[in-house]
């Protein structure tokens, strides 16, 4: 979705001046920001209160410029601007810097390339799911959407050790809906949607809830990301898919804190959006029941599906350290090992030669194979059950 133009309007509302002119007259500069501290308006009454920095993403529009304009000018405004973030340079005034920043900023955000099929949408308290959702924007050049809570979330409100903070309240209670922010006025356009947030209690924040009951994913590819200490995203994405009917929901991924972009390339390498990855699915037959897996774009990985692709080959798995399952293969696969932190689902090569499917998490130097679609690390768990256990791999 092409983002709101707005730049014939702000090069119109800014025509009075311009970064050039305020650098080169300083001093008519400050005697604006003089008579705009002291203008007889309700504004100008609060510009004590008026200091707060700017969010990183607060979305500025040409209504801001006017209102920075006619305030700077010592003009009414047509709405308290009390708490509005228009310290761009956070040096704790409005000045005219500060609307040439402001200009800037629309200008920058103002999209004149075609439109995108692809949105990553991200709720993040302490910065680490964004941090994820950053590198996806990155690697998709997709459009870009943060949600914001309408009560802005505390340190206190996600105090896990306190019963009664709000974080706690809502978690425990489904129908909790918390108010957003500025919220998207629609998604019609987009085909796919990464949601990212961090896991709360072992489930979505229920602000993510919100979210989802807000528009129509009846024919979108939704994509969950998460990020969390330990806890896997299974539960959310149950959760998701129970919520609102989506027309095609992906295996997301959960992330630790320290996940960096090439963790995010990965596994954004792996998933079906990219071409020649379609049929990159692994069938495993375990006790009766027959799995999925998505295979991760490594050599060692298409190795195995093409050997798979003459006949099937049946492995048993011995239970070792009480979060794995490790058997040895009838043949040597291509190493390229790297230190990983595994999570339940995840298929790794270990030595070359012998496979490892993780019901838990461990970290070590591995070769990834892939990741078990659709699966929580609880029902891995009572599924492989105790002991040792005989899969049937197939292509």
């Known amino acids: 979705m092409k983002k709101i133009c707005l730049l014939l309007m702000s090069i119109a509302v800014m025509g009075f001046t311009s970064c050039g002119a305020v650098a080169e007259n300083s001093t008519a500069s400050a005697e604006v920001t003089a008579v705009s501290l002291s203008a007889p308006n309700q504004a100008a009454a609060s510009a004590s209160e008026n200091t707060e920095a700017a969010p990183s993403r607060y979305t500025y529009t040409a209504e801001d410029i006017c209102n920075l304009q006619d305030f700077l000018l010592g003009k009414p405004t047509e709405e308290v601007l009390t708490g509005k973030p228009y310290d761009l340079d956070r040096d704790g005034r409005w000045d005219t810097f500060d609307l040439c920043l402001m200009r800037s900023e629309v200008i920058r955000n103002t999209d004149p390339a075609p439109d995108n099929d692809t949105l990553v949408v991200c709720f993040s308290r302490t910065g680490n799911t964004e941090k994820i959702a950053d590198y996806l924007i990155e690697l998709t050049n997709a459009d870009s959407y943060f949600i914001e809570a309408a009560v802005p979330y505390t340190d206190a409100d996600i105090k896990y050790q306190d019963n009664n903070c709000r974080a706690n309240k809502e ?5 909790v809906r918390p108010e957003i922010a500025d919220p998207l006025n629609s998604i019609d356009s987009y085909d796919t949607v990464f949601l990212g947030y961090p896991i709360w209690w072992g489930e979505e924040p229920r602000i993510i809830d919100t979210f989802l009951e807000s528009y129509d994913f009846s024919d979108k590819t939704v994509i969950p990301f998460c990020t969390s200490g330990s806890s896997g995203i299974g539960t959310s994405e149950k959760n998701i898919s129970e919520l609102v009917t989506i027309g095609n929901q992906l295996e997301g991924r959960r992330f630790p804190a320290g996940a960096g972009k090439d963790d995010v390339k990965a596994w954004y390498d792996t998933l079906p959006l990219n071409k020649g990855n379609e049929d990159m699915k692994l069938k495993i037959s375990v006790n009766d029941t027959d799995l999925t897996a998505t295979l991760a774009d490594s050599t060692a990985a298409k190795e195995l599906a093409e050997k798979l692709k003459a006949e ?10 009480g979060f794995e399952k490790v058997g040895k293969l009838p043949w040597p696969l291509t190493r390229t090992d790297e230190s990983i932190v595994t999570e339940a689902g995840d298929i790794m090569l270990y030595q070359g030669d012998q496979m490892t499917i993780f019901y838990n998490s461990n970290s070590w130097s591995y070769t990834k194979l892939g ?25």
């Not at 080959?313 to 350290?321: H, I, K, M, R, S």
């Not at 990741?371 to 256990?389: C, K, P, Q, R």
């Open 171 to 175: 978690q425990n209670d489904k129908t």
């Open 312 to 321: 099937p080959v049946t492995v048993t798995l011995n239970e070792y350290g």
């Open 371 to 395: 990741h078990i679609d659709n699966i929580t690390a609880e029902e891995l768990a009572e599924l492989f059950g105790e002991g040792n256990i005989t899969v049937t791999l197939s292509y």
